[in-house]
Each structure stands twice: as C-alpha cells, then as structure tokens.
C-alpha cells in the first residue's frame, strides 16, 4: 500500500497539525516503510501459534486479603488534640 502526499495531509488535517511541504514528503516516505514492513509481517507463516497479549507471562503481585480487627472511631479520636463532629481538626493550610 503506498502512501500519498494527499493520504499525509489528510491524516494532519484530522489531527489538526500544521506540516510544511518538507515534513510531508518526509512523512510519506517514512510511513510507507513502516507498510512495507508490516507486510513483511504478514507473510509470516503463524499457522498453530497460540495469540498472545503480551511477549512475556505476566502475573499480578497482590496478596491475599485478611480481614483485620476495626478499630472503634472514638479511641482514635481520643488522642486528637482537636476534634469536632467526629472528626479531626487540622491547622488550615491553604489561605
């Protein structure tokens, strides 16, 4: 598949970039290298390959939850030095 100037300025357009004549023609060579690659890929031969989504196994590192004792709100409170509704009273920071 070729890329053409018109296909570059099309695809600015829609992003809304500016691009002078130079980063075009640029544009266009570059992107019709990628293609031609791409289909270097495609001819590669994946009959019985398993689609992955990833190059590497992945495995998340979260443990297992364990539910812990709640502490009761007003013994935590008990040691504010300010308290108001329940809550603690903090020093304004924001002016």
Known sequence: MKITREDIIHVANLARLEMDEE???K???QIDEIL???ETL???DTEGI???SHAIFLTN???EDIEKQDYDKD???SSAPERENGNYVVPKIVG
Do not use: D, G, M, Q
């Open 36 to 38: 031609k690659y791409v």
């Open 42 to 44: 495609n001819s590669v």
């Open 50 to 52: 398993v689609p992955t």
């Open 23 to 25: 980063s075009i023609e």
């Open 27 to 29: 544009f266009a060579v």
């Open 75 to 77: 013994s935590l409170l």
């Open 61 to 63: 590192a979260f443990r």
